[in-house]
């Protein structure tokens, strides 16, 4: 079987709806390195499921969907960023929704900064066990540390930014969380004392306004327990099943989404790469069931 191509993704790109890419970087990683391996790992399990989905009643064999395979990348943050932009740039402009499959979360930054130049303006919405927030890390501005505070302090973000799962991060990025009025910062604690479906309420209160969404799911954002390769794990954190509903929830606005920071040597069994391939087909299962199919 070639395990080169993400399973049913064998639609050419121009007749695609969906466009799947991976990006093999983690050089900016703090504490476990590997996710560089991901994309490919999770292109090979994917083979494990079958194509028909029943939730949303949709083969994903009859789906349009393109691998267009690995990004190229450099030694450098900056120039892998400006690789990932062009890549991103070429599915948006034709129209396309992309799903990067990381890598680092540093990754983000460059594919909401094309959807944002595309659609004027978006909402980000993004799983996460840690707040992203800084403005560097060890001296590097680029670092996954600080994806978010630049989406945000750059302004792509227009029509707000949701981040759930959130549960670790320095005392000065839990105050600009709370000094941000644009910002709705949901815990694992949150979701765990509320349930999903009450926080999925008050995000959608808070973006009633914005119909184009960024959707960013980076894997920590589960518990370890459940997701075990990762780059930097945190317990008490999500289930799949939560992810889950906040990806069927609003993959109807979703205009473009990236999965990222699963460290597959870490991943025993492929447990976490099984989780990310699979969330990834339900998504486009939920998106292309919302788009009248």
Known sequence: MN???????????????????????????????????????????????????????????????????????????DGTLEEVYQASKQIVDAGKIPIMM???HSLSYPCVKSLAEKKGKIGMVVMDA???????????????????????????????????????GPREEWEYIRENKDIRAYT?????????????????????????????????????SYAPGLGTPEPFGMTPREVRAVIRHFAPRVAAFD??????????????????AKLIRDFIAAKWKSMGH
């Open 259 to 276: 999965l990222i920071e699963i460290t597959p040597e870490y991943d025993a069994g492929e447990v976490t790469s099984v989780i990310g």
């Open 130 to 168: 840690h707040c992203d927030l800084r403005t560097e890390y060890r001296g590097v501005k680029n670092n996954h540390a600080c994806v978010s505070r630049h989406v945000i302090d750059d302004g792509l973000v227009d029509d707000g930014y949701v981040t759930i799962g959130i549960r670790s």
């Open 3 to 77: 395990y080169n191509f993400f399973a049913d993704a064998k639609e050419t790109f121009n007749a695609a709806a969906f466009v799947i890419y991976g990006v093999p970087f983690d050089n900016t990683s703090s504490f476990r390195v590997g996710s560089r391996w991901a994309p490919d790992v999770m292109r090979k399990v994917s083979y494990n499921f079958e194509s028909y989905i029943s939730d949303f009643d949709v083969d994903l064999a009859d789906v349009p969907v393109h691998d267009m395979g690995n990004c190229d990348t450099c030694v450098d943050v």
């Open 188 to 224: 694992s604690e949150h979701v765990f004392e509320k349930g999903i479906i009450a926080v999925l309420g008050d995000a959608d209160r808070y973006l009633k306004d914005c119909n184009t969404i960024y959707l960013s799911l980076d894997m920590d954002a589960i518990d370890p």
């Open 102 to 104: 990381g890598g680092e």
